[in-house]
T-cell receptor, first 114, second 108 residues
Framework: DVKVTQSSRYLVKRTGEKVFLECVQDMDHENMFWYRQDPGLGLRLIYFSYDVKMKEKGDIPEGYSVSREKKERFSLILESASTNQTSMYLC?????????????FGSGTRLTVV | EDQVTQSPEALRLQEGESSSLNCSYTVSGLRGLFWYRQDPGKGPEFLFTLYSAGEEKEKERLKATLTKKESFLHITAPKPEDSATYLCAVRYGQNFVFGPGTRLSVLP
């Protein structure tokens, strides 16, 4: 089975801290994505990457950046955490850009910024 | 604006009580409608993809159907283990728009 692993299930950070969320996939997928999930809003795309060292802004990139130095690893960075970034963060990957069976998601990181 | 809505927001069923969840979309140029299941504390897990009006897919007690403006996820004789949040997502081009989900609880 394809696995997408997010390094932390729960994180609590202080306002203004720099926060790193890590995601690793083990199936040689080209494409990786970061979403945030908030009640009533669905999943919203923050950033995505179709290749190593490549990144593209999604729908809500403000306050975030990403890094993809290796194919299997895609990191989400909160440059200066704020309380409105408290959310569930989901990483996903896929072999194709338009996969017929959707994305494979990680279990999520629930981030609380206090 | 491209939009995906789901109804109801939450649904409580007794075990064995069949029902349907709705996903409505206003995306033009649909390239696929996806259903996912999400258990508490976990990421979404893929269930079905539908591509054209009239298409149906089935898996155990779940059946997904698609029209030009909406999709239904029919749950027949549900069991408590079917309790989860069900998400739909619409693809247009290479982008996805996710709905907010329906939280289903099946009581024994």
């Amino acid at each position: 089975d394809v696995k997408v692993t997010q390094s932390s299930r729960y994180l609590v950070k202080r306002t203004g801290e720099k926060v790193f969320l890590e995601c690793v996939q083990d199936m040689d997928h080209e494409n990786m994505f970061w979403y945030r999930q908030d009640p009533g809003l669905g999943l919203r795309l923050i950033y995505f990457s179709y290749d190593v060292k490549m990144k593209e802004k999604g729908d809500i990139p403000e306050g975030y950046s990403v890094s993809r130095e290796k194919k299997e690893r895609f990191s989400l960075i909160l440059e200066s955490a704020s309380t409105n970034q408290t959310s569930m963060y989901l990483c996903a990957s896929s072999l194709y850009r338009a996969p017929r069976d959707g994305y494979t998601f990680g279990s999520g990181t629930r981030l609380t910024v206090v | 604006e491209d939009q995906v809505t789901q109804s109801p927001e939450a649904l409580r069923l007794q075990e064995g009580e069949s029902s349907s969840l709705n996903c409505s979309y206003t995306v033009s140029g649909l390239r696929g409608l996806f259903w996912y299941r999400q258990d508490p504390g976990k990421g979404p897990e893929f269930l079905f993809t539908l591509y054209s009006a009239g298409e149906e897919k089935e898996k155990e007690r779940l059946k997904a159907t698609l029209t030009k403006k909406e999709s239904f996820l029919h749950i027949t004789a549900p069991k408590p283990e079917d309790s989860a949040t069900y998400l739909c997502a619409v693809r247009y081009g290479q982008n996805f728009v996710f709905g907010p989900g329906t939280r289903l609880s099946v009581l024994p």
